[in-house]
C-alpha cells in the first residue's frame, strides 16, 4: 500500500508571495491533517479535514487555509509569505473513524523556505 | 495549556542498552489514545505504539514497550536493547475523543526527546 506522497519536498519561495503544498493519504484513509514544525516551536497542529470538512483547526492566522477534495486528497495554502513561515509541513492521515486508536500516518513532508 | 508533557529534551544511551523516555499527559477526558512517533533526521515521522485509556495490558511491538500508568497520567516508552538506528527524536502524542463519536480531538504532541545511541 503507497504511503502519504507529500509534494513538492522543496520549495523556495520570496516573503509576500503565496504557495500550495499537496497531499495524497493512504488509499481509504479520509482524514487529512496538517502539521508545521520547526525547531523552535515544535509540532504544531494547523487543521484537520474529513470527508472535504475541516474537523478541527489550530492557532494560525488565515493565511493559512487548506481544503479536501472527494478523493481525500488535501491541499495547503499559504498566502502572503512571511519569513517566519519557514518549515517543514507534514501531512498526515489516518483512517478517521472516530475511534482514538487510529494513528496518523506521516508524509515525507515538504521543506519551505522563505527568503 | 500543555496536554502533552516530555520533561528529556536529550539523552544519550549505550549500544544494547534499555532507554526509558518520559511522557506524562493531562486530560479529564476517560477515553484517549496515546501514541509515540519516531523522527529520524531524515525527517519522517514514524509510528511506534499505541495505548487506549481503555486497554488494561501495557502495549507492546517488539522492542518497544509502553509503561502505562493511569492514575498517574504517565506513558512512558521503553525501547529495549538499543540499535544506532535507534538514534532520533521520540515523540509522545495523545488524541482525545468518544469511541464512534461524530468528533474527536485533534492530535497533540509533546516536544519530543532526542535520543542519541552510542557504540
Known amino acids: 500500500k503507497a504511503g502519504v506522497t507529500q509534494t513538492p519536498r522543496y520549495l523556495i519561495k520570496t516573503r509576500g508571495q503565496q504557495v500550495t503544498l499537496s497531499c495524497s493519504p493512504i488509499s481509504g484513509h479520509r482524514s487529512v491533517s496538517w502539521y508545521q514544525q520547526t525547531p523552535g516551536q515544535g509540532l504544531q497542529f494547523l487543521f484537520e479535514?474529513?470527508?472535504?470538512?475541516?474537523?478541527n483547526k489550530g492557532n494560525f492566522p488565515g493565511r493559512f487555509s487548506g481544503r479536501q477534495f472527494s478523493n481525500s486528497r488535501s491541499e495547503m495554502n499559504v498566502s502572503t509569505l512571511e519569513l517566519g513561515d519557514s518549515a517543514l509541513y507534514l501531512c498526515?492521515?489516518?483512517?478517521?473513524?472516530?475511534?482514538?486508536?487510529?494513528?496518523?500516518?506521516f508524509g515525507n513532508g515538504t521543506r519551505l523556505t522563505v527568503t | 495549556a500543555q496536554k502533552i508533557t516530555q520533561t528529556q529534551p536529550g539523552m544519550f544511551v549505550q549500544e544494547k542498552e534499555a532507554v526509558t523516555l518520559d511522557c506524562t499527559y493531562d486530560?479529564?477526558?476517560?477515553?484517549?489514545?496515546l501514541f509515540w512517533y519516531k523522527q529520524p533526521s531524515s525527517g519522517e515521522m514514524i509510528f511506534l505504539i499505541y495505548q487506549g485509556s481503555y486497554d488494561q495490558q501495557n502495549a507492546t511491538e517488539g522492542r518497544y514497550s509502553l509503561n502505562f500508568q493511569k492514575a498517574r497520567k504517565s506513558a512512558n516508552l521503553v525501547i529495549s536493547a538499543s540499535q544506532l538506528g535507534d538514534s532520533a527524536m521520540y515523540f509522545c502524542a495523545m488524541r482525545e475523543g468518544q469511541e464512534f463519536a461524530d468528533s474527536w480531538g485533534k492530535f497533540q504532541f509533546g516536544a519530543g526527546t532526542q535520543v542519541v545511541v552510542t557504540p
Open positions: 498526515a492521515s489516518s483512517l478517521g473513524s472516530g475511534r482514538p486508536n487510529s494513528p496518523l500516518h
Open positions: 479535514y474529513f470527508s472535504e470538512t475541516q474537523r
Open positions: 486530560t479529564s477526558d476517560p477515553s484517549y489514545g
